[in-house]
Every structure is written in C-alpha cells, then in structure tokens.
C-alpha cells in the first residue's frame, strides 16, 4: 500500500485536516501500523477523529488499496 500526498491544493475548509495531517495520520496507521488509539493520543484528537481524518484520506485519493492475486492461485 503506497500513502501518496496529491496536488498542493486544500482539501478542506480552514477547520477541516490539512493534507499535511492526512498525510500524517495516513502514514502512521497504514505503514507504520499505529493503532487509530495510539495516533489520536500522539496527536491531540478523539479516535473518532482518526477514523473519519482516514476515510477522508482515503476518499481524496492519499491513500489507494491495491489487492493484488498472487500468480499462484
């Protein structure tokens, strides 16, 4: 899975997540395995915070899933 920032652009109004933080929070629970718990304490918010921060993450194309089949089955 590859956590890749997108245009310098806002996403969000001035109280919304930068793409900074995005970036952020997207980075440490995908690729460095943080808990959403972990990363809501280390970073000031709620866990229901994390939660949406990375759905929206995931909605403005930061982050992408890939699912690839091995050529074994």
Known sequence: MRVTPTSSKSL???AGPTIDQLVDIATRFYLTGQSQIEIARSVGLDASTVSRYLK???EEGIVRVEIQR???L
């Open 12 to 14: 969000t109004s001035a």
């Open 56 to 58: 929206r993450a995931r």
């Open 70 to 72: 091995p050529r074994s």
